[in-house]
């Protein structure tokens, strides 16, 4: 059973950026797709970015494109959100999740339901 830890979540100014962690403490990524999702208050989790670790692929939400870099440390089983110029609307508990089936390399996985395993949440407040 896979295990997901986020961490680096916080309190950050507009245009600010903030690193977020995500590391499993039981099983691996492997070839598998990974991504990063993130709820508001009041709100439905919403995807964020995504990336197929079976060649490489990334997809990002508009909201966050240009802005936001998820990359993967597989040596270590950890994956990484970096979120730069951030905006108040960007604030949101972000979970990071795993989708368990291994696709072709150009399918990147950004749907709720697709996603088995998730991280407890970190929170992240962008101040105006």
């Known amino acids: 059973q896979v295990q997901l830890v986020e961490s680096g979540g916080g309190l950050v100014q507009t245009g600010g950026s903030l690193r977020l962690s995500c590391t499993t403490s039981?099983?691996?990524?492997?070839?598998?797709?990974v991504g990063w999702f993130r709820q508001a208050p009041g709100l439905e989790r919403e995807f964020v970015t995504g990336?197929?670790?079976?060649?490489?692929?990334?997809y990002y939400a508009d909201s966050v494109k240009g802005r936001f870099t998820i990359t993967v440390d597989s040596a270590k089983n950890t994956m990484y959100l970096q979120m730069t110029s951030l905006k108040p609307e960007d604030t949101a508990v972000y979970y990071c999740?795993?989708?368990?089936?291994?696709?072709?390399?150009?399918?990147?996985?950004?749907?709720?339901?697709?996603?088995?395993?998730w991280g407890q949440g970190t929170q992240v407040t962008v101040s105006s």
């Open positions: 999740a795993l989708d368990r089936r291994v696709y072709s390399e150009n399918y990147v996985s950004y749907r709720n339901y697709e996603f088995d395993f």
């Open positions: 990336i197929n670790l079976n060649g490489g692929k990334t």
């Open positions: 039981r099983g691996t990524f492997g070839s598998r797709n």
